[in-house]
């Protein structure tokens, strides 16, 4: 399984750089054509809030999620207080999000892809294989 960070579903929304874009739209494709795509609902949640403040129409959004929502799982409160862990030993909470996102890829996924170079100071914490999109 894949796990597929919020920038990714952004890009592939909203255009803001077409080359950004249309990797997005081809990833987003493969994963579901092979079955791979795994998201949380942490990533629906940045999703709308993100969306809605690039003042995307509230319809959009909702159509969106309704056909995420297919892949989109629950975060156990374990994941959490793992992640709530890592963050103090690494002094990281101001990525709490971003750690939330790798402790449930971990759980679920052989890789994380994202566009957000944040990720590469959690490589060292994971045995997840962490691609970060340029």
Do not use: G
Request: proline content about 2%.
């Amino acid at each position: 399984m894949v796990y597929l960070d919020t920038n990714v579903l952004i890009h592939a929304a909203v255009e803001q750089a077409a080359d950004k874009k249309a990797h997005s739209i081809a990833l987003l494709e493969d994963c579901i054509m092979q079955n791979q795509l795994l998201i949380s609902i942490l990533v629906l949640q940045e999703y709308v809030f993100t969306l809605a403040k690039l003042k995307v129409d509230a319809k959009v959004i909702a159509q969106d999620v309704q056909f995420y929502s297919e892949f989109a799982h629950p975060i156990p409160k374990q994941v959490f207080w793992y992640s709530c862990i890592l963050c103090a030993k690494i002094n990281f909470f101001r990525s709490i999000n971003d750690v939330v996102h790798l402790m449930f890829a971990q759980q679920h996924c052989d890789k994380l892809i994202t566009f957000d170079e944040d990720f590469q100071k959690l490589q060292p914490y994971t045995k997840v294989t962490i691609e970060i999109l340029k």
